[in-house]
């Protein structure tokens, strides 16, 4: 099954997981986060926030700055890889470690790769007694083309090895690198025979009963609800591409009631044009506006402020006009979500 990648792939929201570990890897190496972040758009609070969200090319962007302060030597990415773990995944990484078998992992993770940190694809195919991962870098830049092979064969390897203790035997090793004295220890890392360097693409493939093998934390109930929540999480995603999407981020960093004006403003859009690009996408301002308030209104009740701070801090003009939009919103008065929720954790999609 081949996954293309659509053209506006490079704008599609993603998790702040990779940029967060590069980040890590980068200032462990005596890099200064200015630097790191330079040109990409990316601001270092999001960094700190599992929820927030950055595009794929912001994301290459910072690659592009870390590979070329650290230099490009071989095996930099494969250390960068090893920071990688399932839990840093999110929902994914939680569906990964409940799934059965490792073919059930590999598969959730190919079925919901929108949600991985690599900037690759994968496909996974049945090749007669083997199972065969493929992966096409095609939209990664060719000078950060190493880097990203090399971390992603590292945090392949890790995860695989946080999910089950035993090593996993590997019958086919074809890697799109040069030859290099740092990639000698391929064979043994993947449990190999033989290492094809040289190749045109990089395949991975298993003997199908090698990831048969049960998974210590299998629970069927658990994977199914990750799973749906990766399926949610993808489709939200998608949903908020285009001029909608950077809008309600704009929003979202104003934190309260905005005007059209400002926003259109922020876009370098007039207010007609901001006014026809979202009819284009089947929305308005005043949807997205009342839609990211009320998002921000859950999150701050929940949290503990009670309904005058956040009416206050969400710039209505009274606490009876918060109190009526946020009925219309939820069919409840904000003290009633408030008493039923309060403590629960809230995770903006």
Not at 82 to 93: D, E, K, Q, T, Y
Not at 171 to 180: G, I, N, S, T
Request: hydrophobic share 40%.
């Amino acid at each position: 099954m081949t996954r293309p990648c659509p053209g506006d792939c490079g704008a599609r929201p993603r998790s702040t997981t990779g940029a967060a570990l590069l980040t890590n890897f980068a200032t462990g190496r005596g890099m200064a986060l200015a630097d790191i972040l330079r040109d990409t758009g990316i601001r270092e609070e999001q960094l700190r926030d599992p929820s927030a969200e950055v595009t794929l090319d912001q994301e290459l962007a910072l690659t592009r700055n870390v590979v070329g302060e650290v230099g490009d030597e071989p095996g930099l990415g494969l250390m960068a890889g090893l920071l990688c773990h399932p839990p840093s995944l999110g929902v994914l990484g939680f569906a990964v470690m409940s799934s059965s078998t490792l073919r059930h992992a590999l598969e959730i993770a190919v079925r919901h790769a929108d949600l991985l940190f690599t900037c690759a694809h994968f496909n996974l195919h049945d090749h007669g007694d083997e199972i065969w991962l493929l992966r096409d870098d095609h939209n990664v830049p060719r000078a950060l083309k190493r880097f990203v092979l090399e971390r992603d064969i590292a945090a392949l390897t890790t995860i695989q090895q946080d999910l089950i203790q035993i090593k996993v035997p590997t019958a086919r090793v074809e890697v799109a690198l040069e030859p290099h004295p740092v990639y000698e220890m391929f064979a043994a890392l993947f449990g190999a025979e033989r290492v094809v360097f040289s190749a045109p693409e990089t395949v991975l493939g298993w003997p199908s009963t090698a990831l048969e093998n049960p998974l210590p934390l299998a629970n069927p109930a658990t994977v199914r609800y990750y799973e749906q929540q990766c399926a949610d999480l993808v489709q939200r995603r998608r949903d908020r591409g285009g001029v909608s999407g950077q809008v309600r981020e704009l929003l979202i960093r104003c934190g309260r009631i905005t005007d059209q004006g400002r926003i259109a403003a922020e876009l370098g859009l007039s207010v007609r044009t901001l006014r026809r690009r979202l009819a284009d996408e089947g929305t308005t301002f005043r949807e997205l506006n009342l839609e990211t308030v009320g998002v921000l209104a859950e999150e701050l009740l929940m949290a503990g402020l009670t309904v005058e701070q956040v009416a206050d801090r969400l710039g209505y003009s009274s606490v009876s006009a918060f109190t009526a939009a946020f009925r219309s919103w939820k069919g409840q008065s904000p003290g009633q979500f408030a008493r039923a929720n309060r403590g629960r954790v809230a995770v903006r999609v």
